[in-house]
């Protein structure tokens, strides 16, 4: 019996659709099934020569995304190195252009200069503090008198 117990309690709970996911992964099945079926008859159309320049030229197009997702993360390794370097926080690697290393030089460079300027003006806004407050009706207030602060009435 207790058997049962421990296998019933291992048994991960069944995770319940909705019927408009169903439909949205049912579409995409379909999709991606019609997609190879038009893929597959283009293919049995075409003669030998004209099937093996469409799969080179597949195999170039898949080349050409691997190397640019290699080159967006050496890119994306550099501009966290500079980041880094110039003192500044890893999350503003999220608002750089990695387009191209030119583009993303200048977007490390203007990223860079936002965030100093924001914070250069946060930092004075913090370090100019506020008025003391005076008593209502424009009366000294005996707190601030008993603590030697100023309050504005002198």
Excluded at 95 to 110: D, F, H, P, Q, V
Excluded at 124 to 152: C, E, H, K, W
């Amino acid at each position: 019996m207790h058997e049962e117990e421990k296998t019933c309690a291992e048994q991960p709970e069944e995770k319940l659709y909705t019927q408009a996911e169903l439909d949205a992964a049912l579409n995409t099945e379909r999709e991606n099934y019609e997609t190879k079926l038009a893929e597959a008859e283009k293919l049995s159309a075409m003669n030998d020569d004209a099937k093996a320049e469409y799969l080179r030229g597949q195999l170039e197009k898949a080349l050409a995304e691997r190397e640019e997702a290699v080159a967006k993360r050496e890119l994306m390794a550099d501009a966290l190195d500079k980041l880094e370097a110039a003192g500044l926080p890893k999350q503003l690697s999220e608002c750089l252009n990695y387009s191209g290393r030119e583009a993303c030089e200048k977007s490390i460079e203007r990223v860079g200069k936002a965030f100093e300027s924001a914070l250069t003006e946060a930092v004075t806004q913090r370090l100019r503090g506020r008025m003391p407050r005076t008593a209502v009706g424009g009366s000294s207030d005996a707190f601030l008198d008993g603590l030697g602060i100023y309050n504005g009435k002198y």
